[in-house]
């Protein structure tokens, strides 16, 4: 069974400061892992879908990395802004899932303090 | 190109009552998931299905919980006979092609927060 972990699960950082979130799951063969940012009380933003195949994905100020072998990937947040508060959370699709549905790690609440 | 409706927002049941929440995916997406995001825990997964097939109902409890996807409409997730421990947010994902193999994202509405009084 595939288990997605999130470390930390809380993070606070003055702006301006480059930051690193990390992922972990416990099945490497997965389709491809997604990076999402839910803010307070909304839905979910898609960030970033690195598949499989791919060692990392860049938009902006974001890039995120994965090592399917070691079962883990990193989000790279560079020059944080107060703007960047909010819960991240990453989730894979396994190969072996016939449904196709996502799971979740616990997300890491991060806060940018001005 | 609006994203993933779903409504109502904000949705009050007293126990036993019924709960209908509704998703109407982005446009031209024929694939709709839903997920449970309970207080203080990750979200997980519920159904997913395509128009008028269930394809995966592993997540859902077995009792008390239906969704469909009809050929014309939005995809339901109904619960019959809430209680105090389906509170929770309920949300929605749509993507154009399965998921996996296709790579193709999965983009959420805005959920629905259900509270049972």
């Known amino acids: 069974k595939q288990e997605v972990t999130q470390i930390p699960a809380a993070l606070s950082v003055p702006e301006g400061e480059n930051l690193v979130l990390n992922c972990s799951f416990t099945d490497s063969a997965i389709y491809n892992l997604q990076w999402f940012r839910q803010d307070p009380g909304k839905g979910l933003t898609s960030l970033l879908l690195i598949q499989s195949s791919q060692r990392e994905q860049t938009s902006g100020r974001l890039n995120a990395s994965l090592d399917k072998s070691s079962g883990r990937s990193t989000l790279y947040i560079a020059a944080s802004q107060p703007g960047d508060s909010a819960t991240y959370l990453c989730?894979?699709?396994?190969?072996?899932?016939?449904?196709?549905?996502?799971?979740f790690g616990g997300g890491t609440r991060l806060m940018v303090k001005p | 190109n609006a994203g993933v409706m779903q409504n109502p927002r904000h949705l009050v049941r007293r126990r036993g009552q019924e709960a209908r929440l509704r998703c109407s995916p982005m446009k031209g997406h024929s694939h709709v998931y839903w997920y449970r995001q309970l207080p203080e825990e990750g979200l997980k997964f519920m159904v997913y299905l395509q128009k008028e097939n269930i394809i995966d109902e592993s997540g859902m409890p077995k009792e008390r919980f239906s969704a469909e996807f009809p050929k014309e409409g939005p995809s339901i997730l109904r619960i019959q006979q809430v209680v105090r421990g389906d509170s929770a947010a309920y949300f929605c994902?749509?993507?154009?092609?399965?998921?996996?193999?296709?790579?193709?994202?999965?983009?959420f509405g805005d959920g629905t927060r259900l509270s049972i009084l």
């Open positions: 994902a749509s993507s154009p092609h399965a998921g996996g193999a296709s790579n193709q994202p999965q983009h």
């Open positions: 989730a894979v699709i396994a190969t072996n899932n016939a449904g196709n549905m996502l799971t």
